[in-house]
Nanobody, 117 residues
Framework: QVQLVESGGGLVQPGGSLRLSCAAS????????TAWYRQAPGKGRELVAR????????YYADSVKGRFTISRENAKNTVYLQMNSLKPEDTAVYYC??????????WGQGTQVTVSS
């Protein structure tokens, strides 16, 4: 049974930082690309960042480029999202996702990030 458990969310002031983690189990983590998505109240889910299975290639949404960094440790079955210079518009529920060609994606339960003074 595949499980993805996110952690690290919380309340932070504008300009602050948070580091999200997503630990996977029940899956060969190193075979999957991983991504972070987010969903703000009243909005659709949007892709924030993505990293290939080996970690060699990353993608970032324009809105987070230069502020967020995605990384992974395959030995720990974990993907991270380092978020710096946070803005109120980054407030959302953040979800990790594992994906692989010809396979259905796997989603975590989400972790709330609130940026407010």
């Amino acid at each position: 049974q595949v499980q993805l458990v996110e952690s690290g969310g919380g309340l932070v002031q504008p300009g602050g930082s948070l580091r999200l983690s997503c630990a996977a189990s029940g899956i060969i983590f190193s075979l999957y690309d991983t991504a972070w998505y987010r969903q703000a109240p009243g909005k659709g889910r949007e892709l924030v960042a993505r990293i290939t299975s080996g970690g060699s290639t990353t993608y970032y949404a324009d809105s987070v480029k230069g502020r967020f960094t995605i990384s992974r440790e395959n030995a720990k079955n974990t993907v991270y999202l380092q978020m710096n210079s946070l803005k109120p518009e980054d407030t959302a529920v953040y979800y990790c996702c594992l994906m692989r060609l010809y396979d259905s994606p796997y989603w975590g339960q989400g972790t709330q990030v609130t940026v407010s003074s």
